[in-house]
């Protein structure tokens, strides 16, 4: 029996097989970079730092398991969790640009991360242009993420930011083939509502309300396993919150 996941977040949920697919691609890839690029497979633990905001850009980081989030810290000392990132997740690209990372990468739990220098990689790319397809292909999804988590804070309610959340990190797992149907929220209730722009008790109460209308349930007293028996639910849920009031009749 598998395991629960970990925590962590578009629009229609793809068929199955664009999930196959989206595995499939994951294993190739990795696949491509240990034949092409001399790497380090290095264990990390929950609360260990891959790279830190200003240090010396020099590696790109693959993930090969394990669950990290990405914290940005300003300079009057404010940190915003930025991403979350599991198995097949590139890191590191944040420091390309000026030459040096921008953000905190942290472990969540125990995983392993592939190592390797980012002028090793160009020069692999020119030897393999698969690999750089690849890259390409990473950037891209960075991108592409980046602007979905974006538009789930600008334009949903409260209670659809905590839904469509869940929703978007399920559809993640499911790609890579892993249990959906209950989860463990390794973030806290406050990490949660800083990476969707939420305060703790709003968080909460969002949750709560997701359970008294059965979209999710609590396995344990400790609410961090989530039951989710049917991740469509969490996609009517947000419409719910989008659809507009009836009007009152006078």
Known sequence: MQSPAAFDISSARPPA????SSGRKIEDTLALLSEHVELQRRV?????AIY???????????????????????SDGREQLVSLKLRGDWLGFDGIAE???????IAMDTGEVWVFPYEALLAACARAPALLSVLHEAMSREITRDRESLMTVCTLPADARVAEF???WVERLDQRGMRTDEITLRMTRAEIGNYLGMTLESVSRALSRL??????????KG?????IPDVGALSSFVQRCLAPAPALLQ
């Open 17 to 20: 097989a664009a999930h196959r």
């Open 44 to 48: 990390v633990h929950a609360g260990d």
């Open 52 to 74: 830190q905001a200003g240090e010396r850009f020099g590696h790109l980081y693959v993930l090969n398991s394990g669950f990290f989030k990405i914290v940005n810290l300003s």
């Open 99 to 105: 030459g040096r990372y921008a953000c905190d990468a």
């Open 166 to 168: 869940l929703r978007q």
């Open 211 to 220: 359970a008294r209308d059965k979209v999710i349930g609590f396995a344990h």
């Open 223 to 227: 609410r961090r396993d989530v039951q």
